[in-house]
């Protein structure tokens, strides 16, 4: 049974950077059909889709964030992480750690953690 | 691509039929993924490649369309199934939109 689970500061200060680790458990993140992502929601909107990591460690990012955002995964110690940078208030949300199964050719996130709370604030 | 859906929320009855469309700027074929999220909870998938279903999904759910259009019919609404649906465009994956949200209230 996958586990996904994310952790990492509920408070990140304007400007800084904004660091989540998400840990993956009960299968492998090293599958070429596995896409491991990051998603947010801010309160009371939406879901908005922040990149991608595969198998090899490409990665793949949402054109709104490109320039501040970076994902990595380590397969040895069955991470992922996320780093989005110079934060202002509207990055504040929850944070979704999730993986996407790419079979079918029609990749779809089929696991998520429990979502991890960021408020940006002084 | 730019994904869309209507109407933004809807109020339904317990037993109704409800139909949720999604709209994608663009032709995606059937890669289109529907998804549920109950208030406080984790986004659930409920529907890949347009129409399948994904595993313990009760068969209440469907999905279909291609192209451009698609479709997430609820029949039967069960207490439950009062949430917010999320259509995802999977045709440019990895590089993944989910569409702005159907919220199903009471009525």
């Known amino acids: 049974q996958l586990h996904l689970q994310e952790s990492g500061p509920g408070l990140v200060r304007p400007s800084e950077t904004l660091s989540l680790t998400c840990t993956v458990s009960?299968?492998?993140?090293?599958?070429?059909?596995?896409?491991w992502g990051w998603i947010r929601q801010p309160p009371g909107k939406g879901l908005e889709w922040i990149g991608n990591?595969?198998?090899?460690?490409?990665?793949y990012y949402t054109s709104s964030l490109k320039n501040r955002v970076s994902i990595h995964m380590d397969t040895s110690k069955k991470q992922l992480s996320l780093n989005l940078s110079s934060v202002t208030a509207a990055d504040t949300a929850v944070y979704y750690c999730?993986?996407?199964?790419?079979?079918?050719?029609?990749?779809?996130?089929?696991?998520w953690g429990q979502g991890a709370p960021v408020t940006v604030s002084s | 691509i730019h994904m869309t859906q209507s109407p933004s929320s809807l109020s339904a009855s317990v037993g109704d039929t409800i139909t949720i469309a999604c709209r994608a700027s663009?032709?995606?074929?059937?890669?289109l993924n529907w998804y549920q999220q109950r208030p406080g909870k984790v986004p659930k998938l409920l529907i890949y490649?347009?129409?399948t279903l994904q595993s313990g999904v009760p068969s209440r759910f469907s999905g279909g369309g291609s192209g451009t259009d698609f479709t997430l019919t609820i029949s039967s609404l069960q207490p439950e199934d009062f949430s917010t649906y999320y259509c995802q465009q999977s045709y440019t994956s990895p590089i993944f939109t989910f569409g702005p949200g159907t919220k199903v209230e009471i009525k």
């Open positions: 663009q032709s995606i074929s059937r890669s």
């Open positions: 990591v595969d198998y090899s460690g490409s990665t």
């Open positions: 009960g299968d492998s993140m090293s599958r070429v059909i596995f896409y």
């Open positions: 999730a993986r996407s199964y790419d079979s079918s050719g029609y990749g779809r996130f089929d696991s």
């Open positions: 490649g347009a129409s």
